[in-house]
């Protein structure tokens, strides 16, 4: 992870080791339990961790003054939720002319640091599309 300071082109540089232990599963309701065209779900949850931190400066090319942060081993991974999941219903419109959609996601727990001290407000999202397959034809 980078952080930058674009009046000196310095930047803060976090690495480590990032480790992953968790289970993912997706799914799609079948057609005779569903009422819209589709309905897909995902859920996750993983142990995001942070080991063997080192922090350092990035001047010219060069990662400079990199020192072991032992203080951040065992935090969470930046911008990694431990728990996320996702519901995204979809209809399709008749003769192939499209589909409309809308998703919504759940997030707990992302840093925005290393250090775990900036977590998002924002953890739900809502969002939607309408998809054309096909263009209209003017005569």
């Known amino acids: 992870m980078r952080s930058s300071n674009p009046t000196t082109s ?12 968790g ?9 005779d339990l569903r009422s819209v065209s589709a309905f897909y779900h995902e859920a996750i949850y993983q142990k995001p961790k942070l080991s063997n931190v080192f922090i350092g400066t990035f001047l010219n090319g060069q990662t400079v003054n990199s020192a072991h942060s032992a203080q951040y081993d065992g935090n969470i991974q930046e911008r ?3 728990l996320m999941y996702s ?3 979809r209809n399709d419109f ?10 919504y ?3 707990r ?11 998002p407000r924002l953890r739900h ?15």
């Open 10 to 21: 310095r930047c803060t540089v976090v690495s480590g080791r990032y480790d992953h232990d």
């Open 87 to 89: 519901i995204q219903p």
């Open 94 to 103: 008749p003769d192939h002319w499209g589909a409309v959609y809308l998703r």
């Open 23 to 31: 289970v993912e599963l997706d799914g799609e309701l079948p057609p």
């Open 125 to 139: 999202t809502v969002g939607g599309r309408n998809v054309t397959s096909r263009q209209a034809q003017l005569t």
């Open 80 to 82: 990694t939720p431990q």
């Open 105 to 107: 996601e759940y997030h």
């Open 109 to 119: 727990k992302i840093y925005a640091d290393a250090g775990n001290a900036w977590p």
